[in-house]
């Protein structure tokens, strides 16, 4: 009997164990293959040795069937014939698509020779090409515990293994982390590699996983309620394995405003963005806002990559479609969810599509990473038409420490931005409100051709917010025309005094007072400009500031903003320019101080020597 083996057979090992040395009698259920004639297709080997290669362990389990029927054989019980020629790289690519199946059914026909294969569509089409075939039922896979898992406890967020380094894990809940060793002993290559092959072999043969992307340097796998990602060089520089497992699962009632979020998601479909920094619980609220709606009768999709929401069966969790997320967001449209669950939300094109989405109907809750609420809602800027923003985000969710801290209500509003006070000035001013007191505490709108965010504070809103924005823009307009010094001093809400060099003043006010007329109408604002031999005295009985200390004159150098100060030597010293504060310093042994270039301090001890501002230092 001739017979020739695929893939599928040779990695169970189904063909070795059918070689009896006693010739047990054949039955339906267990085929004795004792002197028969193997012939083993060169395709089989070359797919077996790309998987070997690959570090899969289905190729090496492979291997060691063919080297036990070479075993067999030279102890007489069958003999084996390599035939036909080696799959190519594309075919070998192509595995999954048949055509490595394709040559071996070729090789049967030609040996006249019965395929056997535990492949149940390899099988069908063979039996369609009157092929005579051998099905053997395929082993059921049963996988135990990983080995990584006995790093994990009850308290264990994250394992992360390196060669060369001691296992490391994350403990505790989201209000406090530690990060330290579990494992004395460092590891090396050949652990890493074990760990990886058992998670792809696991991954591959249980329905408890899949693998989730594959890539040169980079294979993620999401087994049971793990998400694995393991990377090795060129993409990183050592092997290394991270495995993540969720330690709690939430539900909306466990968070602070859960009543106003119920409200909000059931009243109609929402735009919400979940905001917080890396660790802080973002995607734990998501799954117990996915799962709420879904308890509510709303169709709930989500979109992830990697998909590591830990959700019901009833949600239907979605990745990239051909590598794209906006191609996955075309398919859902036609699916028409009632909500849509996009964890993460970064890239512009994330931005774009979760937009899309949310102005086709779609009822959208996204993730976002931000350091505060508000930086949220900036990042649609430039990604979204300013005026469609509160149509596609009406809701930030910011998330700190396992609990939703703060929650805004977004809205626009036809009004004359807070600050300002000619009518002529009214525009759409996006309006980002506190949800807990319902006071205004962020306008976003446009100003002189740019998107700002404006913070609305009790008491100091003109001076810190649009007054600030107003200086910016008249210091900016009065600059591209002048060439020497420039300094602005509001006079008001709609009033500002410019003060130049006497040789600028003609060219900011131009012919007949056409060009400052011109940066008047752009900004809004009435602008007095005069000379710096104008500006009052700063003195005291001046009704300016009191000035105070010893007049010092830094010196510019190509990385520092040095301060002499022999006489302080050793002592803490306040700098001020004009009298105004700018900061503390200690003054070293040499008796200097030095700023770095580049550094907030720097910036406005620069500015302020640019503006011919007086600086001052006196003990602190």
Same mark, same amino acid.
């Given at each position: 009997?001739?017979?020739?083996?695929?893939?599928?057979?040779?990695?169970?090992?189904?063909?070795?164990?059918?070689?009896?040395?006693?010739?047990?009698?054949?039955?339906?259920?267990?085929?004795?293959?004792?002197?028969?004639?193997?012939?083993?297709?060169?395709?089989?080997?070359?797919?077996?040795?790309?998987?070997?290669?690959?570090?899969?362990?289905?190729?090496?389990?492979?291997?060691?069937?063919?080297?036990?029927?070479?075993?067999?054989?030279? &102890?007489?019980?069958? /003999? *084996?014939?390599?035939?036909?020629?080696?799959?190519?790289?594309?075919? %070998? #690519?192509?595995? @999954?698509? $048949?055509?490595?199946?394709?040559?071996?059914?070729?090789?049967?026909?030609?040996?006249?020779?019965?395929?056997?294969?535990?492949?149940?569509?390899?099988?069908?089409?063979?039996?369609?090409?009157?092929?005579?075939?051998?099905?053997?039922?395929?082993?059921?896979?049963?996988?135990?515990?990983?080995?990584?898992?006995?790093?994990?406890?009850?308290?264990?967020?994250?394992?992360?293994?390196?060669?060369?380094?001691?296992?490391?894990?994350?403990?505790?809940?989201?209000?406090?982390?530690?990060?330290?060793?579990?494992?004395?002993?460092?590891?090396?290559?050949?652990?890493?590699? &074990?760990?990886?092959? /058992? *998670?792809?072999?696991?991954?591959?043969?249980?329905?408890?996983?899949? %693998? #989730?992307?594959? @890539?040169? $340097?980079?294979?993620?796998?999401?087994?049971?309620?793990?998400?694995?990602?393991?990377?090795?060089?060129?993409?990183?520089?050592?092997?290394?394995?991270?495995?993540?497992?969720?330690?709690?699962?939430?539900?909306?009632?466990?968070?602070?405003?859960?009543?106003?979020?119920?409200?909000?998601?059931?009243?109609?479909?929402?735009?919400?963005?979940?905001?917080?920094?890396?660790?802080?619980?973002?995607?734990?609220?998501?799954?117990?806002?996915?799962?709420?709606?879904?308890?509510?009768?709303?169709?709930?999709?989500?979109?992830?990559?990697?998909?590591?929401?830990?959700?019901?069966?009833?949600?239907?969790?979605?990745?990239?479609?051909?590598?794209?997320?906006?191609?996955?967001?075309?398919?859902?449209?036609?699916?028409?969810?009632?909500?849509?669950?996009?964890?993460?939300?970064?890239?512009?094109?994330?931005?774009?599509?979760?937009?899309?989405?949310?102005?086709?109907?779609?009822?959208?809750?996204?993730?976002?990473?931000?350091?505060?609420?508000?930086?949220?809602?900036?990042?649609?800027?430039?990604?979204?038409?300013?005026?469609?923003?509160?149509?596609?985000?009406?809701?930030?969710?910011?998330?700190?420490?396992?609990?939703?801290?703060?929650?805004?209500?977004?809205?626009?509003?036809?009004?004359?931005?807070?600050?300002?006070?000619?009518?002529?000035?009214?525009?759409?001013?996006?309006?980002?409100?506190?949800?807990?007191?319902?006071?205004?505490?962020?306008?976003?709108?446009?100003?002189?051709?740019?998107?700002?965010?404006?913070?609305?504070?009790?008491?100091?809103?003109?001076?810190?917010?649009?007054?600030?924005?107003?200086?910016?823009?008249?210091?900016?307009?009065?600059?591209?025309?002048?060439?020497?010094?420039?300094?602005?001093?509001?006079?008001?809400?709609?009033?500002?005094?410019?003060?130049?060099?006497?040789?600028?003043?003609?060219?900011?006010?131009?012919?007949?007072?056409?060009?400052?007329?011109?940066?008047?109408?752009?900004?809004?604002?009435?602008?007095?400009?005069?000379?710096?031999?104008?500006?009052?005295?700063?003195?005291?009985?001046?009704?300016?500031?009191?000035?105070?200390?010893?007049?010092?004159?830094?010196?510019?150098?190509?990385?520092?903003?040095?301060?002499?100060?022999?006489?302080?030597?050793?002592?803490?010293?306040?700098?001020?320019?004009?009298?105004?504060?700018?900061?503390?310093?200690?003054?070293?042994?040499?008796?200097?101080?030095?700023?770095?270039?580049?550094?907030?301090?720097?910036?406005?001890?620069?500015?302020?020597?640019?503006?011919?501002?007086?600086?001052?230092?006196?003990?602190?």
């Amino acid at each position: 009997m001739n017979v020739v083996p695929d893939t599928s057979v040779v990695i169970d090992g189904r063909l070795s164990e059918r070689v009896s040395p006693e010739s047990p009698d054949e039955t339906e259920d267990d085929v004795d293959l004792t002197g028969v004639h193997i012939y083993v297709p060169e395709a089989v080997v070359g797919e077996l040795e790309s998987q070997a290669n690959a570090g899969r362990s289905v190729g090496w389990r492979g291997i060691e069937e063919l080297q036990r029927l070479v075993e067999l054989e030279n &102890e007489g019980y069958l /003999e *084996i014939t390599y035939v036909g020629r080696r799959a190519t790289p594309e075919e %070998i #690519e192509r595995a @999954e698509q $048949g055509e490595i199946d394709a040559v071996i059914r070729d090789m049967a026909t030609e040996h006249d020779a019965t395929l056997v294969t535990s492949d149940l569509v390899q099988s069908e089409v063979a039996k369609a090409k009157d092929i005579d075939t051998l099905y053997l039922e395929p082993y059921e896979t049963t996988i135990g515990t990983l080995a990584i898992e006995s790093y994990f406890d009850s308290e264990t967020l994250s394992v992360h293994l390196k060669s060369g380094v001691r296992p490391m894990a994350k403990r505790g809940d989201v209000t406090e982390v530690s990060y330290g060793p579990v494992d004395e002993t460092e590891l090396d290559d050949e652990a890493l590699r &074990e760990h990886a092959n /058992e *998670i792809r072999n696991a991954a591959q043969s249980s329905e408890d996983g899949f %693998i #989730e992307l594959s @890539e040169p $340097g980079m294979t993620i796998v999401q087994f049971r309620n793990y998400r694995i990602a393991m990377a090795q060089p060129p993409f990183s520089d050592g092997l290394e394995i991270t495995a993540v497992r969720p330690l709690v699962k939430t539900e909306i009632d466990d968070y602070s405003y859960d009543e106003e979020m119920k409200e909000r998601l059931l009243d109609s479909q929402r735009g919400v963005l979940i905001a917080g920094s890396p660790g802080a619980g973002k995607s734990t609220l998501a799954q117990a806002v996915a799962e709420f709606l879904s308890g509510s009768d709303y169709s709930v999709k989500t979109m992830e990559k990697p998909r590591d929401l830990q959700v019901g069966p009833e949600i239907t969790q979605y990745t990239e479609l051909g590598g794209r997320m906006d191609a996955t967001a075309d398919s859902l449209l036609m699916v028409r969810p009632d909500y849509t669950i996009y964890d993460e939300v970064r890239k512009t094109s994330d931005f774009e599509t979760f937009a899309d989405m949310r102005l086709a109907g779609v009822g959208m809750v996204g993730v976002v990473h931000a350091t505060r609420a508000i930086d949220a809602l900036q990042r649609l800027v430039g990604r979204v038409e300013l005026g469609l923003i509160p149509q596609v985000v009406d809701t930030v969710a910011y998330v700190e420490s396992g609990d939703i801290a703060t929650m805004y209500d977004v809205s626009t509003q036809v009004k004359v931005p807070e600050g300002l006070m000619e009518e002529d000035l009214a525009r759409p001013v996006i309006v980002v409100r506190d949800h807990e007191t319902g006071r205004p505490v962020y306008e976003m709108y446009t100003f002189n051709r740019q998107v700002v965010t404006v913070p609305i504070e009790e008491g100091e809103s003109r001076e810190s917010g649009v007054g600030q924005l107003a200086k910016q823009e008249i210091e900016r307009e009065i600059r591209s025309v002048a060439r020497g010094h420039v300094q602005v001093e509001l006079q008001g809400e709609n009033r500002a005094i410019v003060y130049v060099e006497d040789d600028d003043i003609s060219a900011v006010i131009g012919k007949g007072g056409g060009r400052i007329s011109q940066i008047e109408n752009r900004l809004g604002i009435d602008i007095d400009v005069r000379s710096f031999e104008e500006r009052p005295s700063q003195d005291a009985g001046s009704g300016g500031t009191q000035r105070t200390g010893d007049i010092v004159i830094p010196e510019i150098t190509a990385r520092h903003i040095v301060i002499p100060l022999e006489e302080y030597a050793g002592e803490t010293v306040e700098v001020n320019a004009d009298g105004e504060y700018l900061f503390t310093a200690t003054v070293s042994r040499g008796g200097e101080v030095q700023v770095s270039r580049g550094s907030a301090i720097a910036e406005e001890l620069e500015r302020a020597i640019d503006d011919r501002r007086e600086i001052t230092v006196s003990s602190s």
